[in-house]
């Protein structure tokens, strides 16, 4: 079976970086486009950013130019560093993959048929 290991969330000031891990637990990982999601509390779990089997990226309007997701395939795994921090980045962090996605709904949380547990980020001021 699939399984996500997440990593890497903290507590962190404004302005200040993290930068979460997500390791897979499969033999062909290269065949998977990964995305990071996030939840705050008592708000919908939105698209923060994404990467396609050929290294395409994708952000969301709020992350675009602090965020930055990558992958390293010989290690089965997906990265997302995340620089300037802003109080409204405070939120559960989710690494999500799917080797079936089309283009049209990689902003989808729908989309995607394996997930991690989750990684809590808390920015502080």
């Known amino acids: 079976q699939v399984q996500l290991r997440e990593s890497g969330g903290g507590l962190v000031t404004v302005g200040g970086s993290l930068r979460l891990s997500c390791v897979a637990s499969?033999?062909?990982?290269?065949?998977?486009?990964v995305a990071w999601f996030r939840q705050a509390p008592g708000k919908e779990r939105e698209f923060v950013a994404a990467?396609?089997?050929?290294?395409?990226?994708f952000y969301a309007d709020s992350v675009k130019g602090r965020f930055g997701i990558a992958r390293d395939n010989a290690k089965n795994t997906a990265y997302l560093q995340m620089d300037d921090f802003v109080r409204d980045d405070t939120a559960v962090y989710y690494c999500?993959?799917?080797?079936?996605?089309?283009?049209?709904?990689?902003?989808?949380?729908?989309?995607?048929?394996?997930w991690g547990q989750g990684t809590q980020v808390t920015v502080s001021s």
């Open positions: 990467i396609r089997q050929n290294s395409h990226t």
């Open positions: 499969v033999p062909d990982f290269n065949r998977y486009a």
């Open positions: 999500a993959m799917s080797q079936t996605i089309i283009l049209s709904s990689i902003r989808f949380a729908s989309a995607y048929r394996h």
